[in-house]
T-cell receptor, first 111, second 117 residues
Framework: QQQVKQSPQSLIVQKGGISIINCAYENTAFDYFPWYQQFPGKGPALLIAIRPDVSEKKEGRFTISFNKSAKQFSLHIMDSQPGDSATYFCAASFSASKLTFGTGTRLQVTL | GAVVSQHPSRVICKSGTSVKIECRSLDFQATTMFWYRQFPKKSLMLMATSNEGSKATYEQGVEKDKFLINHASLTLSTLTVTSAHPEDSSFYIC?????????????FGPGTRLTVL
């Protein structure tokens, strides 16, 4: 029940395109859903996060869509750039508990 | 804001020695810090949760006598890998949760690459 399933495992998108990464969870007690971006050899950086009382949150080119009934949430990267090439992790937690991470998506944005 | 530092960034040691990794929250207080381990091309694996002034809580399968965690202040937690062996070689990352923050925001350090020869 603690799992967070993430897909796809890897993704190749052309510059200017939309990158979409999906996550699904089982624990309905989860109430915090962040996305992290990680470059090779670096620690993860908090990108954007959402709570289940809203269905969408947008920050610049990054948007989280949240579907509470389906227990799914996704990250959309608009106008993808080569600098966005990184590994993205979704995560979930409830109250002040530990984060449960997805398995990660390696995004490559080509020219 | 919300900067977390780790020191050292890289360490190479001989088998059997102990290595200490420091994690500091630079511009905020963190009552809780977390230690993760990450293998190449894999997700983050939580090792332990560290609360200031109390004993760390270790995840199942993590040897608490091997991975010693101390959280002596609201801005510093340390991970000591005792009697390190080659299988302990990994990327160790800490994170810190903002004390009293409205959400469960965690900010990660840059990681420490440990290589045990």
């Amino acid at each position: 029940q603690q799992q967070v399933k993430q897909s796809p495992q890897s993704l190749i998108v052309q510059k200017g395109g939309i990158s979409i990464i999906n996550c699904a969870y089982e624990n309905t007690a989860f109430d915090y859903f962040p996305w992290y971006q990680q470059f090779p050899g670096k620690g993860p950086a908090l990108l954007i996060a959402i709570r289940p009382d809203v269905s969408e949150k947008k920050e610049g080119r990054f948007t989280i869509s949240f579907n509470k009934s389906a227990k799914q949430f996704s990250l959309h990267i608009m106008d993808s750039q080569p600098g966005d090439s990184a590994t993205y992790f979704c995560a979930a937690s409830f109250s002040a508990s530990k984060l449960t991470f997805g398995t990660g998506t390696r995004l490559q944005v080509t020219l | 804001g919300a900067v977390v530092s780790q020191h050292p960034s890289r360490v190479i040691c001989k088998s059997g020695t102990s290595v200490k990794i420091e994690c500091r929250s630079l511009d905020f207080q963190a009552t809780t810090m977390f230690w993760y381990r990450q293998f190449p091309k894999k997700s983050l694996m939580l090792m332990a949760t560290s609360n200031e002034g109390s004993k760390a809580t270790y995840e199942q399968g993590v040897e608490k006598d091997k991975f010693l965690i101390n959280h002596a202040s609201l801005t510093l937690s340390t991970l000591t890998v005792t009697s390190a062996h080659p299988e302990d070689s990994s990327f160790y990352i800490c994170s810190a949760r903002v004390a009293g923050g409205p959400y469960n925001e965690q900010f990660f350090g840059p990681g420490t690459r440990l290589t045990v020869l």
